[in-house]
């Protein structure tokens, strides 16, 4: 099992981590637009193993059209996740070294801590931001990531991506949470324009992790 979890005051937003929030929808932060998709992506291991490997190599961002570049690791130690004691009672994170670890290109995999930029556009809508891994999350049933912006965006806030598999009908989704503020002067004078470039956004992850489409939830 690996699970980090960054903390830092270098993103742009201050609700860092919301996206993990179960009532994200109802209450989203101030001032910004929640939005919440899952997809099936199929059943058993082998889907799930595969499916992980490739959100943790940034295929989400790279098959939706997005470039990653200079992709930075963390200096230093990160910080466990808050875990739990059998009574329900929160452990204090610890601070441990992670291993990086990189794809067929040599590009590190997502990790806690780390920052990059990404570069392209959704339907002639600029996407460009750089961004800062919150934090990473390898279990036996569920692997994912957090991204936050830390500045160059038309919006400000976080994105959540996981791959969960279920033990109690084998099924393997694909989850993707967010919230974003308006960052440039168009966005808030034209906020419809935040739904629209996340509703795109969206479906270029979906294509990229599940080509056939799987059912919407």
């Known amino acids: 099992m690996r699970r980090g979890t960054f903390r830092d005051e270098t993103v742009d937003y201050a609700a860092v981590g919301a996206t993990h929030a179960p009532d994200l929808m109802q209450y989203p932060p101030e001032r910004s637009i929640p939005a919440e998709n899952a997809w099936r992506l199929g059943s058993g ?3 799930f193993r595969a499916a992980g490997d490739a959100l943790l190599a ?3 961002q790279r098959a939706a059209g997005l470039s990653v570049e200079d992709v930075r690791p963390a200096a230093g130690p990160t910080y466990a996740g808050v875990s739990f004691d059998a009574e329900g009672n ?4 610890s601070k441990s070294e992670i291993e990086q670890r990189f794809d067929a290109e040599g590009t590190p995999l997502a990790g806690p801590g780390m920052t990059l930029q990404l570069r392209g556009r959704v339907s002639g809508m600029r996407a460009d931001a750089e961004l800062r891994v919150i934090s990473v999350t390898e279990e036996p049933r569920r692997v994912g990531f957090v991204l936050g912006t830390v500045g ?9 991506f996981a791959i969960d598999w279920y033990e109690d009908n ?3 989704w694909f989850t993707v949470r ?3 503020a308006p960052a440039s002067l168009l966005y808030r004078l034209v906020p419809g324009l935040i739904r629209r470039r996340r509703k795109k956004l969206f479906a ?3 294509r990229a992790i599940s080509p056939l489409f799987a059912t919407p939830l």
């Open 152 to 160: 160059g965006s038309v919006v400000s806030g976080e994105e959540l």
């Open 90 to 93: 929160p452990i204090a994170p």
């Open 170 to 172: 084998d099924e393997v």
């Open 58 to 60: 940034w295929t989400a």
């Open 178 to 180: 967010a919230f974003d």
């Open 204 to 206: 270029r992850y979906l």
């Open 45 to 47: 291991e082998e889907r």
